[in-house]
């Protein structure tokens, strides 16, 4: 550690201050990044650390206000720099690599058109050399097929090759330094996986890295260094070990413990009879041989559902787990009737729901409701918080003069304060949204609960409060819930059941600490495996002794 | 403290103008026009229809501002009471657009793919011809009159109108709140009018704003033509039709009603312009 302090850093910001309108984002953030070194900014969504490392691009917008005391990236100020000497900076000493690949990558340019141009502007390369540096960097990313692939264009990609090739632009002129804004967020578990292996081999390599990040387990497998920001502070410092087994700050012991309560953990496999004590219960859904096939936008028919059956008890929740393209948000909108299958059945309460007539299924549906993944979407623009609560209220029959009170009691119920009726979903935080979307879902007084990915938009510690809520209603309400997700560590934590699918088929099916604790099937043990693991918390004193 | 300011914050102790002068000659064009359109009496300072034979072709004066008609009438009276009908038919024209166009929209949006596709394609004949011709080709089956020219300009702008609600309703139809919603188990009926229709139509109403303008031009341009209100009447199309004949001793008679329907036009447009810009949450 000595050996590196006595050069000068790669990056030194300090007492940075950022402030979009006269607002302030960041307040006073003092960073140090050593050549060769991975950094992490971890945060929850606000909390400045997007914008923080924005500002060594320059491309903080024309809104921001920025001043600095210093702010240095290889002994050159850049407070001083021109937009021209910026763009020398951008692609060529400094690579950036968004979150969202999709939309940072041109759509109507070739995917090797998107990773020569760093080339073309920041060497002296000819094209040929260019061509072959290109098709060289999409090996080096691990990206099959570089030829082929260099001729696609980026909607052709699936979403983990599409982030190999926005980081093979990033790293294309070799720069000091590679700033990676949340790069495995939008990413299945097993493609985040090979995408921070990347990452791994690229610092390996002596790239300095800035990682920006929500999630604590994606840093602490990279970073050496690791600073804990809120509210545009950063609360505390330190190196990874520092940070992960002997917070000092509140807020990062808060950040911790929330993020160890949503991750996953292998469960120990439960004796037999625990098992059987719970088949006990009537089954209240139950789908055999769901079968859906959806025509693609190539005019190519394919295969989402495949013959998949499910039981669901009073209850009790099955988790449905699988990545993206799998099939789990099809199911869950055939067991709500929003979607019809080919072949196959679902029986809800008895009855074959999906025989029943479009007006009788109406007059059913409300004893299966919905929670969706994207909150905000999820209530019409126009509409306050009161009347979203009315229109279910009303539909549950509550007649007009009374829906103010029994919203204000459903709120109490999602524990929210009455004092949101009045205001717009667009006002409320994420974690609110969804809470207003559990309220509307319980108005109607359902015995199942289909939620899909209802926590996968929101923060590690607001999950957690979410998931905690759930459990509560489940406990007092005896719901059965359906409940769908790509994340193991959440499903593990709520579900009795849980479903493994993979390309439409249900590859494995059982108890939830039997299917996650023993995983018989190749797939699961693939997904398992390819959860980032955040190191066990040590007794404090342990890390004392040996400081 | 040494710390040196990146950006620098602009405008601090200067003259505080109006953020955009334009649109607030947009709003008081546009309030001028509306006090023409409810006191014309009131603002005008004679009879509009008073001829008087004597006082024909005089230039703009002390007495005659704008100065006088082929029949001694005042023209700024004449453009005063001209803006009720003007305004009206543009209105009216695009009222009947919209509504059309919303309905058919709708309808394609949420029908079966047959139907959604022949209403289209209809849609498409009809955005296969020029605004006007096809006002123009309506006018001549229905025959003349304000109401008939109200109808072709407000049909001949139903394409534009019906293409945009259809692509909303697309969206609108699968967005979480309207499954939401039928996931309450409300008909879908309810479910269509109290929350597609009105998130559909909104966008659409800024897009009606701005095609007011087109739509009053339009009028213009058939009453110019000799196909909108009867000659007496003061309608500014009308009456540059008039005027055309006198170009050359009293250029005049066609720069007021001109003037008038540009202003009246760009003001409408600038409005409607600000509003789309405000809707989609760019800095005015």
Avoid at chain 1, 385 to 390: G, H, K, M, T, Y
Avoid at chain 1, 446 to 466: F, M, N, T, W, Y
Avoid at chain 2, 172 to 198: C, N, S
Wanted: glycine letters at 8%; a neutral charge.
């Amino acid at each position: 550690m000595s050996l590196i302090e006595t050069q000068p850093p790669l990056v030194d910001i300090r007492d940075l201050r950022v402030a979009f309108n006269g607002v302030p984002v960041v307040r006073g953030v003092n960073l140090q990044l050593h050549a060769g070194q991975c950094l992490a900014l971890v945060g929850e969504s606000g909390s400045g650390k997007s914008v923080t490392a924005r500002t060594l691009v320059g491309l903080t917008g024309p809104r921001a206000e920025v001043q600095a005391q210093r702010l240095a990236f290889a002994g050159q100020d850049l407070r001083k720099l021109d937009e021209a000497a910026w763009q020398r900076l951008r692609g060529g000493r400094i690579g950036f690599v968004m979150q969202d690949a999709l939309g940072s990558l041109d759509p109507l340019r070739r995917v090797g058109a998107e990773i020569e141009e760093p080339l073309f502007l920041h060497t002296r390369l000819g094209a040929e050399q260019r061509r072959l540096q290109v098709l060289e960097l999409l090996r080096q990313v691990g990206v099959p097929e570089p030829q082929v692939r260099a001729r696609q264009y980026p909607w052709q990609l699936s979403g983990g090759l599409r982030q190999r090739a926005l980081i093979a632009s990033a790293i294309a002129c070799q720069p000091s330094l590679l700033i990676a804004d949340e790069p495995t967020t939008a990413l299945d578990a097993t493609v985040q996986a090979q995408i921070l292996d990347l990452l791994e081999q690229l610092r390996a390599r002596d790239n300095s890295l800035l990682m920006v990040s929500h999630d604590l387990a994606v840093v602490a497998r990279l970073a050496d260094w690791v600073a804990v920001m809120r509210h545009g502070e950063v609360v505390e410092q330190g190196s990874v070990e520092q940070i992960l087994q002997d917070p000092q700050d509140p807020y990062t012991q808060r950040l911790l413990s929330a993020a160890r309560a949503v991750h996953f953990q292998r469960p120990v496999a439960p004796a037999l009879a625990l098992v059987d004590a719970v088949n006990e219960q009537p089954v209240l859904l139950e789908a055999r041989g769901l079968s859906k096939v959806f025509v693609g936008p190539d005019g190519r028919p394919r295969q989402v559902l495949d013959d998949v059956s499910l039981q669901l008890r009073a209850g009790q929740t099955l988790g449905v787990v699988g990545e993206s393209g799998s099939g789990k948000s099809t199911l869950g909108r055939i067991l709500l009737g929003l979607e019809k299958p080919e072949q196959g059945t679902v029986a809800f309460a008895g009855q074959d729901w999906l025989a029943l007539s479009a007006e009788q299924q109406r007059q059913t549906r409300q004893g299966i409701q919905v929670v969706f993944q994207d909150p905000l979407a999820s209530f019409d623009p126009r509409y306050t918080v009161l009347r979203v609560l009315s229109e279910a209220l009303a539909r549950a029959g509550v007649p007009r003069g009374l829906r103010r009170t029994e919203a204000t009691a459903l709120l109490e119920r999602v524990q929210l304060p009455s004092s949101v009726l009045d205001r717009r979903p667009l006002e409320l935080s994420g974690g609110q949204r969804q809470r207003i979307a559990i309220a509307r879902a319980l108005a109607m007084k359902p015995k199942v609960l289909v939620l899909d990915e209802p926590v996968s938009a929101l923060d590690v510690s607001v999950q957690a409060r979410i998931l905690a809520l759930l459990a509560e209603l489940k406990a007092e309400l005896n719901l059965a819930c359906v409940f769908i997700s790509h994340d193991l560590g959440v499903v593990e934590q709520v579900s009795d059941q849980v479903l493994v699918m993979q390309g439409g088929k249900v590859v494995e099916q059982g108890a939830a600490a039997q299917v996650l604790g023993q995983p018989r099937h190749p797939y699961t043990r693939a997904l398992l495996e390819a959860v980032p693991s955040l190191p066990e918390a040590r007794p404090s004193w342990v890390s004392r002794v040996a400081v | 403290m040494t710390a040196s300011a990146l950006t620098h914050p602009t405008s601090i102790g200067r003259i505080i103008w109006p953020a955009r002068p334009g649109l607030w000659l947009a709003w008081g064009m546009l309030g001028l026009l509306l006090l023409a359109v409810a006191f014309p009496n009131g603002l005008s300072p004679v009879d509009p229809l008073a001829a008087d034979a004597r006082l024909a072709y005089q230039p703009p004066s002390s007495t005659f501002w704008l100065g006088t008609d082929e029949n001694g009438r005042d023209l700024l009276s004449r453009l005063i009471h001209g803006a009720r009908p003007s305004l009206f038919i543009g209105l009216a024209a695009t009222l009947v657009g919209l509504g059309l166009g919303t309905l058919l929209g709708l309808l394609a949006g949420l029908a079966p793919g047959w139907l959604d596709n022949l209403l289209m394609r209809a849609v498409d004949v009809l955005l296969a011809f020029p605004d006007l011709l096809l006002a123009l080709v309506i006018i001549t089956l229905f025959g003349q009159g304000t109401s008939n020219l109200i109808l072709a300009v407000g049909i001949a702008s139903v394409p534009r109108y019906a293409r945009l609600v259809r692509a909303q309703t697309l969206t609108i139809r699968h967005a979480g709140f309207v499954e939401a919603a039928v996931t309450l188990g409300r008909k879908p009926l309810a479910v269509v009018l109290t929350h597609v229709l009105p998130n559909a139509v909104q966008p659409v109403l800024i897009l009606a704003c701005i095609g007011l303008g087109g739509a009053i031009t339009a009028a213009a341009a058939l009453s110019f033509l000799g196909f909108g209100a009867p000659p007496p009447a003061p309608e500014w199309g009308a009456m540059m039709a008039v005027a055309r004949n006198f170009m050359a001793n009293a250029p005049w008679l066609m720069a007021w009603p001109a003037l008038a329907i540009t202003l009246t036009v760009t003001s409408i447009s600038v409005i409607g312009r600000d509003w789309l810009r405000r809707s989609e949450g760019r800095s005015v």
